[in-house]
């Protein structure tokens, strides 16, 4: 049977500092050979000691859409998080696969480990997801180190930089397209990620059975408007919104007219009877913000804003983080 546990404020991760040894694993789809380089260098650049997961580079050897085999994808991120001088780990892209490979890991080993910054988003919600409520650790919804946005857009890299370095900086979080589509406020647990994921993991050992309580972070990349429908109406259906707090909106890039994505998710979203902000700035679009999941925020629709109460990484280097050894 599985155990959950609910994030608490003694299980944070540490905060990186420069020299800090970060792995980087490919938990779904297969990678570009230059924009890892890129991204690589990005990481390098924070004075950060990058350590390539064994099957990093793999492509899997029927099934091109996956980054080497379920069993190597698994073991190269339990590997990580078992190894005490990692200090995060860092998802390179995202794509499909995650499902495949989340109930091949040892959780009872990982439980074990002191707790690390994930750092993903898109199919990575899966895991952000299972290590919430297996672990009770607190995640970065944030760029990937070969993605196009961590790559090319200045403000995405910093605001992770800042994020992981700097977490106290970093509680306040707004976007210049940020309104609110209900108004009203909210308080509660951040959780979600990218909508599909959400809705493709109902009735999965990995998922919560409901949202409740939350301030619920929802996303999606090249979902026509029929689809993002059936989507959010399976998570509607499923009780997954049941007693939801509020709802933070990010980017939907690809999904068709935004003004039809938007009235879709008035449509679906305002019965819920609970602030949702339109547009928040994190996900698939070409600028993201890194927002954690699993710490306690404040959701003020009318002024834009989803404010953390804490720091989702620990400011005490000295804790249950990584040991640095060598």
Partial sequence: MVRFQPPTPDRRPRRLVPGDRVALVAPSGPLE????SAGTEILRSWGLEVVPAEHLQDTHPTIRHLAGTDAARAADFQRAWLDPTIAAV?????????????????????????????????????????????????????PMASGAAFIAD??????LRRTLFHPADTLRLT??????????RARGLTAGGCASTLAADRGAPTARPSFAGTILLLEDVNEH??????????????GALDGVAGIALGSWEGCGPLDQVRELMLDRL????????????????????TVPLGVAARLDA?????????????????????????
């Fill in 175 to 184: 976007s210049p397209t940020v309104e609110a589509l209900v108004p009203g």
């Fill in 302 to 326: 009318d002024a834009g804003t989803l404010t953390l109460e804490t720091p989702v990484l620990s400011n005490n280097t000295d804790d249950s983080g990584s040991q640095r050894q060598r």
């Fill in 154 to 159: 200045g403000p995405t890299a910093e605001h």
């Fill in 90 to 142: 860092i998802c390179a892209r995202g794509g499909f696969g995650v499902q495949r490979m989340v109930d091949l890991l040892d959780w009872e080993a990982l439980r074990s480990a002191p707790p690390k910054a994930l750092v993903g988003f898109s199919d990575i919600t899966v895991l952000h997801e299972t290590i919430s409520w297996r672990l009770g650790i607190p995640t970065l919804y944030g």
């Fill in 270 to 289: 305002g019965p819920l009877g609970v602030p949702v902000l339109w547009e928040l700035g994190f996900g698939h679009g070409p600028s993201s913000l």
């Fill in 33 to 36: 050979p230059d924009r890892l």
């Fill in 225 to 238: 408007l029929y689809r993002l429908d059936r989507v959010l109406t399976q998570l509607i259906r499923s």
